[in-house]
């Protein structure tokens, strides 16, 4: 059992999926060496004075947010939905995307505007919340924001929303759910 050495510098990278991935290689690229035994989520490194602790992108903000780890690679839109100050020492170019309204093609929706008041789903909800809030002030207006942990771009097809908020990349996943971009919340990328 891995344990932390409270001098090691403690770095938190994702546990798993497609950054987990990029991080890893852009590790090993640079010479980092640890081992990581099985269903383990530290790892002390060879010839480093780092500790590499493994956790859910979603979480690395509140950690390095709470002091509890020195640095962490996650993407801006989680840092900034979880509302924590960090000091964000450099961008990696990886995931870049952005955080997009996304409304049915059929509805013909061109201004963002028209959706203040209106049923959103998303599971950025803090995020969204910060971007209709002007809108709805301007309006006379409450936006119902409702929050999903997955598979938002369903939520108008499903008949749950008017529009969603979710991240866009290639867009083929908003494409295929019968959606179209109407609104740019942010841009982001780990």
């Known amino acids: 059992m891995a344990t932390h050495n409270p001098d090691h510098c403690l770095f938190a990278v994702p546990k798993k999926g497609r950054l987990y991935t990029k991080v890893t290689d852009m590790l090993k690229g640079a010479g980092v ?12 490194c060879k010839d480093l004075d780092m500790t590499m602790v493994f956790l859910p992108a979603a979480d ?9 780890v020195d640095i962490g690679v996650t993407g801006i839109d989680i840092v900034e939905e979880a509302g924590l100050e960090v000091e964000r020492v450099m961008d990696l170019g990886y995931g870049k995307c952005r955080l997009c309204v996304q409304a049915p093609v059929a509805s013909k929706i061109t201004d963002v505007k028209t959706l203040a008041g209106k049923r959103i ?5 803090t995020l969204t919340k910060k971007f209709f809030d002007p809108l709805d002030k301007e309006l006379g207006v409450t936006t119902n924001i409702r929050f999903v942990s997955g598979s938002v771009e369903a939520s108008c097809g499903l008949g749950l929303a008017d529009a969603v908020v979710d991240l866009v990349e290639t867009g083929t996943t908003m494409k295929a759910a019968g959606l179209e971009i109407v609104g740019t919340v942010l841009e982001t990328e780990s």
């Open 33 to 44: 060496e640890y081992h990581r035994e099985p269903r383990l989520d530290i790892a002390i």
């Open 121 to 125: 789903v998303t599971s950025f909800p």
């Open 60 to 68: 690395i903000s509140k950690y390095v947010g709470g002091g509890i």
